[in-house]
């Protein structure tokens, strides 16, 4: 499978901030990455499809404005999470696939993000 | 759009036992199968999937059965040890799509 980072892998911010968490896929070009968050003891709720270089597909119910996701380049994408509020304290995982890896989808270690 | 539910949410099972856990998936167009097992703290790590044009995948003490009819899977994990204690989660696309769409998870347990 596929070997994926994620930087940083926790970070602490005051209310009000933004905070860019980083995905990096080592070692393949990934046409298509994937963001997800996971509140504890739940599951993974989809946020967006990260396309290289074309707009990200928001899943309903997420705010395009407040978490932006960049995706320059084959092997990076970015989540900025913009005005970041106690609420959106998470884990923050990314993953590389989708069909050009006939549907397998590789994880990152995640990010945990602590809004104060 | 794509509704996967999972069963049951948590699962307790002496050492050596067999588990099974069971997804049901609402888009009869799905394809594909995946079971995820996540660690405390860690990432999901795909342990096994299934396409649909087999009905049963086996590796080792953990399998895979579909019933594309019933638009059921269920994971089989015979021999539990205590490192199976994880969540695990299923997962299936909708179609015609990139994305997957995860179940609520079930937390299994096993105990020495």
């Known amino acids: 499978g596929a070997v994926v980072s994620q930087h940083p892998s926790w970070v602490i911010c005051k209310s009000g901030t933004s905070v860019k968490i980083e995905c990096r896929s080592l070692?393949?070009?990934?046409?298509?990455m994937f963001w997800y968050r996971q509140f504890p003891k739940q599951s993974l709720m989809l946020m967006a499809t990260s396309n290289e270089g074309s707009k990200a597909t928001y899943e309903q119910g997420v705010e395009k404005d407040k978490f932006l996701i960049n995706h320059a380049s084959l092997t990076l994408s970015t989540l900025t999470v913009t005005s970041a509020h106690p609420e959106d304290s998470s884990f923050y995982i990314c993953?590389?696939?989708?069909?050009?890896?006939?549907?397998?989808?590789?994880f990152g270690p995640g990010t945990r993000l602590t809004v104060t | 759009g794509e509704n996967v539910e999972q069963h049951p949410s948590t699962l307790s099972v002496q050492e050596g036992d067999s588990a099974v856990i069971k997804c049901t998936y609402s888009d009869s167009a799905s394809n594909y199968f995946p079971w995820y097992k996540q660690e405390l703290g860690k990432r999901p790590q795909l342990i096994i999937d299934i396409r649909s044009n087999v009905g049963e995948k086996k590796d080792q003490r953990i399998a895979v059965t579909l019933n594309k009819t019933a638009k059921h899977f269920s994971l089989h994990i015979t021999e539990t040890q205590p490192e199976d204690s994880a969540v695990y989660f299923c997962?299936?696309?909708?179609?015609?799509?990139?994305?997957?769409?995860f179940g609520t998870g079930t937390r299994l347990q096993v105990f020495p």
């Open positions: 997962a299936a696309p909708p179609y015609n799509t990139d994305k997957l769409i």
């Open positions: 993953s590389v696939g989708g069909r050009e890896w006939s549907y397998e989808q590789y």
């Open positions: 070692d393949f070009q990934a046409t298509t």
